[in-house]
């Protein structure tokens, strides 16, 4: 039977891993936001754009991972 756990081979290829400056910002924002207090308004309409771009790259990149793995794996 075949492992398939994060750090086996034929799973390497699905690390498609947020870039390091991308989560770096992200949690910029996130801790700017937490340190507003409950009810501020946090983003311009820029920020939430921003956002919403990496929120849609991330979804693509999450469905492109579970096509990948389900291919892995023989699922569907």
Same mark, same amino acid.
């Given at each position: 039977?075949?492992? +398939?756990? =994060? #750090? +086996? =081979?034929?799973?390497?290829? %699905?690390?498609? $891993?947020? =870039? #390091?400056?991308?989560? +770096?910002? !992200?949690?910029?924002?996130? @801790?700017?936001?937490?340190?507003?207090? =409950?009810?501020?308004? $946090?983003?311009?309409?820029?920020? $939430?754009?921003?956002?919403?771009? @990496? &929120?849609?790259?991330?979804?693509?990149? !999450?469905? +492109? %991972?579970?096509?990948? %793995?389900?291919?892995? &794996?023989?699922?569907?």
């Amino acid at each position: 039977m075949t492992e +398939h756990t =994060p #750090d +086996h =081979p034929s799973l390497q290829h %699905l690390r498609a $891993a947020v =870039p #390091d400056d991308d989560r +770096h910002s !992200i949690e910029r924002i996130r @801790r700017s936001v937490a340190m507003l207090p =409950p009810g501020q308004k $946090a983003l311009t309409r820029e920020d $939430a754009m921003v956002v919403l771009s @990496r &929120l849609d790259r991330a979804e693509t990149q !999450i469905d +492109h %991972l579970r096509d990948a %793995l389900e291919d892995v &794996l023989g699922t569907s």
